[in-house]
């Protein structure tokens, strides 16, 4: 079956993005550092600049034992002097990306919201796999939580998001939460990475090839380095699809049409439903892996950043 056309407004922001960068750095396992830099040029304006006025932006950082976490706070406008906080866990297949070049998203996610967004800069595989990144938003968010006055958070009313490897550990860390009594009002995810297995239709035959960016190969590279070995797990802190999930509050959930991710998410979806969890499940059917990166440029960029802070919003209003 023929995948639907790109939305003209995506296709016209990468050809803007091709002629302004040149061809994007092809990945392979032996140039790690180059992709990252490339990643990072292609990254840094889109990811701060432009975009919502924040009433706060302040740089924090949670000491941990062994290691420092970098952090940033964004307090929108409309925030209460306490009130409700989404922690924000990056993109960028568990091995680069940074609070930095997804900053806009979580302005945009604040200010839409008007929650402050925390956001978390974990380490990397493959100097640092599983479960060190898992552990670094796990604890980075226990650790805000628990001197949440003096970050302006009501600690019974978090929610934990993120797009793509950001969105795994983000659901990882909430199952983890939930199950010690702390469960997130919901969870934001984008386009995510749920399990291991690279055999679905979305990677083996409709977009696998790495027409719309991200290929199946850079998938197996990415599991590879984040899990070790083959690349495969049974742990659901690295594979969360395997959690228990019927221990979750509620969840939104945006797939893309055209992303070898796609059926990662439809498979949370109909995980979430077995489950009995409350969820929101949009895919759309026009939309490639990482689209969220384009508000500057695409409505629908902006459409989907709007629609999860709503749901956000509704989430973690106060009851009564």
């Known amino acids: 079956m023929a995948a639907n056309p790109l939305d003209p407004q995506i296709a016209a922001a990468i050809a ?53 976490i970098r952090m940033r706070l964004h307090v929108p406008a409309s ?17 680069w990306g940074s609070i930095d070049t997804h900053d806009r998203i979580m302005r945009e996610l604040a200010q839409r919201s008007g929650c402050r967004v925390v956001g978390v800069d974990y380490r990397k595989a493959p100097e640092h796999p599983f479960p060190l990144p898992f552990e670094d938003c796990l604890e980075a968010t226990r650790h805000v939580l628990g001197r949440a006055g003096e970050f302006g958070i009501d600690p019974s009313r978090f ?6 490897a ?8 909430g199952l983890v939460l939930a199950a010690e009594g702390r469960v ?4 934001l995810l984008y386009y995510g990475t749920f399990d291991c297995h690279l055999g679905t239709a979305s990677y083996a035959a409709d977009f696998g090839d790495g027409r719309f960016g991200l ?12 899990l070790g070995g083959d690349g495969t797990s049974t742990d659901p802190r690295a594979v969360p699809l395997k959690g228990e999930l019927s221990s979750l509050r509620r969840a939104f959930l945006l797939g893309c049409g055209l992303d070898p991710l796609r059926d990662d998410n439809r498979r ?47 989430a973690v209003a106060p009851l009564g």
Do not use: K, Q
């Not at 490339?38 to 975009?51: A, I, L, Q």
């Open 16 to 68: 803007r993005d091709l002629a302004r960068y040149g061809p994007r750095v092809r990945l392979r396992a032996d140039n790690l550092a180059e992709i990252r830099a490339d990643f990072m040029r292609r990254r840094m304006e889109r990811g701060m600049s432009g975009g919502p006025a924040m009433r706060e932006t302040r740089e924090e950082e949670a000491a941990l034992p062994g290691r420092r």
């Open 79 to 95: 925030a209460p002097p306490t009130g409700p906080a989404l922690f924000y866990f990056h993109g960028g297949g568990w091995a």
């Open 159 to 164: 929610a934990l998001g993120g797009d793509s």
């Open 166 to 173: 950001g969105a795994s550990l983000a659901l990882a860390a």
């Open 184 to 187: 997130p009002a919901t969870l």
């Open 215 to 226: 290929s199946r190969a850079d998938m197996a590279l990415f599991l590879g380095w984040y």
């Open 268 to 314: 949370l979806g109909a995980a979430l439903a077995g489950a009995g969890v409350r969820f929101d499940f949009r895919e759309l059917p026009d939309a490639c892996h990482g689209f969220l990166f384009m508000a500057e440029d695409v409505a629908a960029s902006r459409a989907a950043l709007a629609a999860g802070a709503a749901h956000l919003a509704a």
